[in-house]
Nanobody, 125 residues
């Protein structure tokens, strides 16, 4: 089992950048594929980015491609989401999540067993 805590959210102007971190505690962080999701008010939670156990592969939602990068440091039990060129449509609560599934990186919420509490990102125009 793993516990996840996100940090790094905040208020930023359009065009700005933020780096989110997700610190994991418990055993076996490197066993899990990790994902970032977000949920805006009145909308469903949606996939943003995912990264494999070793960090050698990643995938992104179309809305994130070219602007966001995802990375992890297994020695520090931490996964990161670097967000650049932010716009107001990126405003949401951002969650990190852990998946023990094997195979293709998963993009659905049901594939992830463990979730953090979320961190708010607000982008002003």
């Amino acid at each position: 089992q793993v516990q996840l805590v996100e940090s790094g959210g905040g208020l930023v102007q359009a065009g700005g950048s933020l780096r989110l971190s997700c610190a994991a505690s418990g055993r076996g962080f490197s066993y899990y594929n990790m994902g970032w999701f977000r949920q805006a008010p009145g909308k469903e939670r949606e996939f943003v980015a995912g990264i494999s156990r070793s960090g050698d592969s990643a995938n992104f939602a179309d809305s994130a491609k070219g602007r966001f990068t995802v990375s992890r440091d297994n020695a520090k039990n931490t996964v990161y989401l670097q967000m650049n060129s932010l716009n107001p449509e990126d405003t949401a609560v951002y969650y990190c999540a852990a998946s023990g599934l094997w195979g293709t990186l998963q993009m659905t919420t049901t594939a992830y067993s463990y979730w953090g509490q979320g961190t708010q990102v607000t982008v002003s125009s």
